[in-house]
Structure formats: C-alpha cells, structure tokens
C-alpha cells in the first residue's frame, strides 16, 4: 500500500537560516560588526544588501530582529522589527542579493570571522554555530587564527584573510562571493497559446526547416548554462522530455512563466514566446551580455516603444514571488509586472520583437527570412 502524501511535495528554495545568499559576522563586538557591515555594504553597487541585528531594548519579549537595507547610493533606507518566524523571514529577504548577519545573535549559511583576541572566549562558546568560513579577518595585524578553529577546520590556513581596515578589498572579496551566487540561467520555451487567429499551433509553424517550438529549443540550448524546458498547455499533447505543463490554468505566459518557477525555484529564465520568429543567437547573447541579477529581470525595449517586452526576457527567481503577488492581486499581465518592478532594460529595433499571429503574416515573415 503506498504511503498517503497529504500535500504535494515541491522544489524548496535554498533559504538558510533567514535568506538565499547569508552571511553571518561573528568574532567582536557588535558595533565593530556593525560598523564593518556598514563599510562594506556602501561599496557594493547595485546589489541589495539587508543587515539582521538583534534588538538591544532591555525586556523586550519576545525576541525580534532589526532589519536594516542598503541601497546602491549608499543610503540606509529602512528599518524595521520582525518577530523569529521563519516563514516571514524568507518572504521578507527573498529579494535581497546578499543578507548580512549579526552572528553574535543568529546564525548564518556561511560565516565571515573576525579575529579578535578580546572575544576568543566568546567565539569559542559559538563554535558550533562555525560550519562554512568564506574569510577570516584580522581586528589587529598581529591577530592569530585561534587554535580550536585549526582544530576544527584543519585546512583554515587557507583560507582569505585581510586585515579590518582592507575594507576594499574585503568588499571586492564579497563582491565575488555575490556573483558566484548568480542563478543559474535556465531557458524556457512558451509554447502555450491558443493560436484562434492564426488557425493552427503556432509553434509547429515552419520557418527553419523544423517546427519554431524545437528551433528556439535548440537556440536557446546554444546560449544558457542550464536546462531548456518547453511550457505548454496539457490539452496540446505535446511529447517533449524536457516539458513543463503549465498548471497555473487560464493565465497565458503569466501562468506558463510561474509554473517553471515552481519547478526550479532556484534557477533564472530566458524565456522566449513561440510566436517571435525573428529571435536570433545574436539576440540572446545580447540579453545574456545585458543580464543584471540585481533586478528581477532583463527585458527588451523597442527604441521606439515605451514598454519593455516580456516574452523574450530574462526572469530571475527573486521575480517569482512578485509574479505570485500581483496574481494575488488580480493581475495577470507579465508585462504589467516589469513596468512596476526593478527591470535592466536593452534597446532594440522593435521589428526584432515581431509577433505573428495570422496566416498572412505568416507567410510574409517566411518571405522576409528568406530574402535576408
């Protein structure tokens, strides 16, 4: 008898203890951590940085956190209280590309360490919160690495190690860590239109000598790191090994996008509509070459249109939740979604984000092709 699974399992998002990409500082007091955070945080433009203290009231029940987020023109632009829930917290820091720690208080995926002879006892007593030290930093030139960490982590000799006022090159170091983060860029393939005008499936049209779904399939394998799925409705049977069925039922692209991101919620999209015959390699490079993970996507503008394109973009996985917001909200027009959002926009010619819908079009596209 198979075992009863009350709810459908899903891919998990690689949170840590509060975010995706977490660093706790840990080893002196919390205003040199504090300070530390601050200096670094200012040097890396464009990227979205949070801070996690603990609150210093005296009696304050329960135990809340203090967020601080900076922005790349090197201003704190907020604070608040979050009470230690951890669904909260990844709805909370889920956008963010990096989410510093105060490791004096919580405890973080990876740890940054400050060397400081004043607090070896205090560092000692949080060794079991140390697991994965990306670098280690000297309070003092002559600070040594303690013997219980060489103990615990026999190869540490090699790991970075700066000195605390070598702030740019520590924040160069960070830097690295961040875009060593970067998603991987999947490829997506929309497939899902119903096709009314155009009479017949639009991706099984003809203009490169095999079906248009199985040509960008094939470009887009050429051009990103990851996988390359095709998003398709249930009812237009197609047989496909790398299939993604879109199970956000009556949402168009909007439904088709979401249903990859629930599948590989880690991973970013270029996602590429059927319908746009004059996507080239040429032109997926562009969008790679224009990639900004810092925002929630990069699109493509015509030079002479005001609205970003949606359906040959690149969507990174901190859009997922945003996508769910604005569904949530009635709205299921992805381009709506990159007008009101954070988006890295590359200009175009708009003819290159021509959509064909109707026979005659059709067949005046196949003309243009093949007189290039």
């Not at 000692?124 to 697991?131: A, E, G, M």
């Not at 924040?171 to 875009?179: A, D, G, V, Y």
């Not at 990851?226 to 409705?233: A, C, E, L, P, T």
């Not at 956000?248 to 991101?261: E, K, N, R, V």
């Amino acid at each position: 008898m198979t075992k009863h699974q009350k709810h459908i399992k899903l891919p998990l998002r690689n949170f840590g203890q509060f975010a995706l990409n977490e660093m706790a500082v840990l080893g002196s007091s919390c205003s040199v951590i504090s300070t530390l955070v601050n200096e670094i945080s200012a040097r890396l433009n464009p990227y979205k940085i949070a801070y996690i203290d603990a609150s210093h009231e005296e009696n304050k029940e329960p135990l809340v956190l203090n967020q601080f987020t900076f922005h790349s023109d090197k201003t704190l632009t907020s604070q608040k209280q979050l009470l230690q829930n951890s669904f909260q917290h990844y709805r909370e820091f889920s956008s963010f590309d990096i989410t510093f720690i105060n490791g004096n208080h919580f405890q973080g995926k990876k740890q940054l360490i400050i060397l400081d002879d004043a607090k070896e006892t205090s560092l000692l007593k949080r060794i079991d919160q140390i697991t994965d030290i990306i670098c280690l930093i000297k309070k003092e030139e002559n600070s040594i690495i303690f013997p219980f960490l060489k103990e615990k982590f026999p190869t540490i000799d090699k790991t970075p190690i700066f000195n605390i006022g070598d702030i740019e090159q520590i924040s160069q170091f960070i830097l690295n860590e961040i875009q060593h983060q970067i998603p991987i860029l999947n490829g997506l393939v929309l497939v899902g239109g119903k096709s009314e005008r155009m009479g017949t499936d639009k991706s099984s049209l003809n203009y490169f000598g095999t079906t248009q779904r199985e040509h960008l399939f094939n470009l887009l394998q050429k051009v990103v790191a990851g996988q390359v799925f095709i998003s398709s409705r249930k009812e237009q049977d197609i047989s496909h090994q790398n299939l993604i069925p879109d199970t956000f039922l009556g949402l168009g692209p909007f439904g088709g996008i979401c249903s990859a991101f629930m599948q590989h919620p880690n991973n970013a999209f270029l996602v590429v509509a059927t319908d746009l015959p004059f996507v080239d390699e040429n032109m997926l490079n562009l969008l790679i070459s224009k990639r900004n993970p810092a925002k929630i996507a990069t699109t493509f503008i015509g030079k002479n249109n005001p609205f970003p394109e949606p359906l040959i973009s690149i969507w990174e996985p901190k859009s997922y939740p945003i996508l769910l917001q604005y569904l949530s909200m009635g709205y299921s027009c992805p381009r709506k979604v990159l007008i009101n959002a954070e988006v890295e926009l590359a200009a175009i010619d708009e003819d290159f984000l021509r959509n064909i819908n109707t026979p005659d079009e059709y067949e005046q596209v196949k003309k243009e092709l093949k007189n290039k």
